[in-house]
């Protein structure tokens, strides 16, 4: 099955991949560049507007993923309202695009928030969603065009975005030589 059509049958596990490669991305970023504990925790329940929830150095970020191939036709997203009570909410658009040599995905982004880490997120607007079956109004979704979004080039550019810049914890991670194998 070509990539193109099982992204459209099997997009949950698309999903899922971004994800994934999403995490691991700031994940490095964090621990090997910026030398700083990211955790990361999952939402379990998609009721409260956030994927993720993302602490480094005290500050707490709320996130709702969302993810679209780069270059696609995508141009609104879907937003729960209730993300905007989180202090430090926010959206993240990953768009990514397939490295057919490396055989990966490569990641940019779409930012939707406050300018400083602590800020609560602009509003959504007053756009609602509608189920597009029923037609019927989704009270708790609003849609966000892509105009109002930031883009951010790199994982480190993200970060700094949602925790502000990198001030490392000077030997957190490097206690000691580096081992190499023979």
């Given at each position: 099955?070509?990539?193109?059509?099982?992204?459209?049958?099997?997009?949950?596990?698309?999903?899922?991949?971004?994800?994934?490669?999403?995490?691991?991305?700031?994940?490095?970023?964090?621990?090997?560049?910026?030398?700083?504990?990211?955790?990361?925790?999952?939402?379990?329940?998609?009721?409260?507007?956030?994927?993720?929830?993302?602490?480094?150095?005290?500050?707490?970020?709320?996130?709702?993923?969302?993810?679209?191939?780069?270059?696609?036709?995508?141009?609104?997203?879907?937003v729960n309202r209730l993300l905007e009570q989180k202090v430090g909410g926010c959206v993240v658009w990953v768009l990514f695009e397939h490295d057919w040599g490396a055989g990966r995905i490569r990641l940019n982004y779409l930012y939707f928030g406050g300018r400083r880490p602590r800020d609560r997120m602009p509003s959504l607007g007053d756009e609602p969603v509608r189920n597009p079956r029923s037609k019927a109004s989704r009270p708790n979704a609003r849609i966000l065009s892509v105009n109002k979004f930031e883009r951010i080039p790199t994982a480190s550019a993200l970060l700094d975005r949602l925790f502000g810049r990198a001030k490392p914890v000077k030997g957190l991670y490097r206690t000691g030589p580096v081992l190499r194998s023979p």
């Amino acid at each position: 099955m070509r990539l193109s059509q099982a992204s459209i049958l099997r997009s949950r596990d698309r999903e899922k991949l971004i994800e994934h490669v999403f995490i691991s991305e700031i994940l490095q970023e964090s621990w090997f560049v910026r030398e700083q504990p990211l955790e990361v925790l999952k939402a379990e329940v998609d009721a409260y507007g956030y994927d993720l929830v993302l602490e480094c150095n005290g500050v707490t970020r709320h996130i709702q993923l969302k993810a679209s191939q780069l270059g696609g036709s995508t141009r609104r997203q879907s937003v729960n309202r209730l993300l905007e009570q989180k202090v430090g909410g926010c959206v993240v658009w990953v768009l990514f695009e397939h490295d057919w040599g490396a055989g990966r995905i490569r990641l940019n982004y779409l930012y939707f928030g406050g300018r400083r880490p602590r800020d609560r997120m602009p509003s959504l607007g007053d756009e609602p969603v509608r189920n597009p079956r029923s037609k019927a109004s989704r009270p708790n979704a609003r849609i966000l065009s892509v105009n109002k979004f930031e883009r951010i080039p790199t994982a480190s550019a993200l970060l700094d975005r949602l925790f502000g810049r990198a001030k490392p914890v000077k030997g957190l991670y490097r206690t000691g030589p580096v081992l190499r194998s023979p």
